[in-house]
């Protein structure tokens, strides 16, 4: 198969200590384009001795980073914020071909993935201590926050970059150093930022990655007494291994893992607003993203207006390949993925949901079979699948409700509890309901929560641990009690 993108110019090797490296075996592996199957690049295939040094790189470097200034260290995030908006397009081109989303999304995802550098470069300044009065009176409590030390993250596909940037931001301008192991589809954005990081004159070994065997990396991050804490954003399958792993040394961990996101639609609700949102909140990135819309319950009143309405939009939705003008709707990862929706749509329809519109395949010229089409189905019921598993796709199932208490119930009803959204216009309700919904994330007549200032992270199996906005200052940092005698 061809090489399509020229080594020479996109930078494929692992960052660790400032030098570019491959695998010691010099192993490496393929990444692919989902939407035409072709090798894009090959990749070092790293293991437990080259994560081994990286956490060494970065382990070296922090004793002079962690002295740095906060100025100094959101100067330099500023700088790589700058350059990821220098190269937007080139980042966007880049994500598409690896990730598939459409052009629009992945420049999206490359302004929003750089506005958590921003967002920490100025947070950073805003790591406060505290003095407490103390019960004597020639005694002082004066509480510190320090950098932890080491730190790591992994990472998934569905955004290469945002999903790294909001860990390696705040951890950076906090003072920490860290070691990052982005998905296994999608490595090749990651390293691009990784050589802009490098170009805004970030100290070697600060921001190290390496790409490879994710059990091996992930054993030896775990393993190695050197890492203080560990970000992981992915599955909540691997999420519970991680817990595990994390006894053997206490290591701290976040963990942002997976939704199932109820779409509460109130008979009081605009509708086309709904309908907007639930687009955005359902189809965006193919549905695979943790916060997407999973389940839709409309009130009596409106389940009509608002199920023909979703299924015009959605007929109108233009399905091809990401780098196409105007695609909306692009190839799902892989084809484990494309099965999944498969699997769940079969499900849904042998237990009596209706396919409103789509509900199959999709073949694009020439392209490789991986492309769905959005679908909507009427009437989905407890006993799908769909109700309790992540779809990961784009299919949105409605349910008619009649009371408020029915939906808010169903909605609680997950084992999930990172994203919900309601549409009403009734001001008391939002509250009601939004004190109601047991969901780290709650989109009130918005369909796209998810921003830099923001707290962000979710409840029950879907993870602890908070990332954007002040809050995940608090993951980043150590706080130390010094209990002085005058
Ligand atoms: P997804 O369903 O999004 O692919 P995963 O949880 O499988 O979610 O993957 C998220 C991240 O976790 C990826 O970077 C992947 O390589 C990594 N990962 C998968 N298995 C392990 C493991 N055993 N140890 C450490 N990391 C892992």
Redesign the pocket.
Known sequence: MPQVLDQQSVQTRNLIGGDWVGAASGEEFDILDPATDEIIARVPRCGRSETRDAIDAAAKAFPEWSRTTAQERGKLLRRLYELMMRDQDRLAELMTREQGKPLAEAKGEVAYGASFLEWAADEGRRMYGETIPANFPDKRILVLRQPVGVTAC?????FPIAMITRKLGPALACGNTMVV????DTPLSAIAVAELAVEAGFPPGVFNIVTGN??E??EELFANPAVRKIS?T??T??GK??IKQSAQNVTRLSLELGGHAPFIVFDDADVDAAVKGAIASKYRNMGQTCICANRFYVQDGVYDAFASKLADEVNRMKVGRGLEDGVQVGPLINDAAVEKVEKHVADATSKGGRVRTGGERISVDGLADRFYAPTVIDDFTPEMLINTEETFGPVAPLRRFAKEEEAIAWANDSIYGLASYFYTRDASRIMRVAEALEYGIIGANDGGPSTAQAPFGGIKQSGYGREGGKYVMDEYTEIKYVSWQL
């Open positions: 992994i990472t998934p596909w569905n192991k982005p998905a296994e994710p059990k990396i992930g992981f992915g599955s399958e691997v291994m991680l």
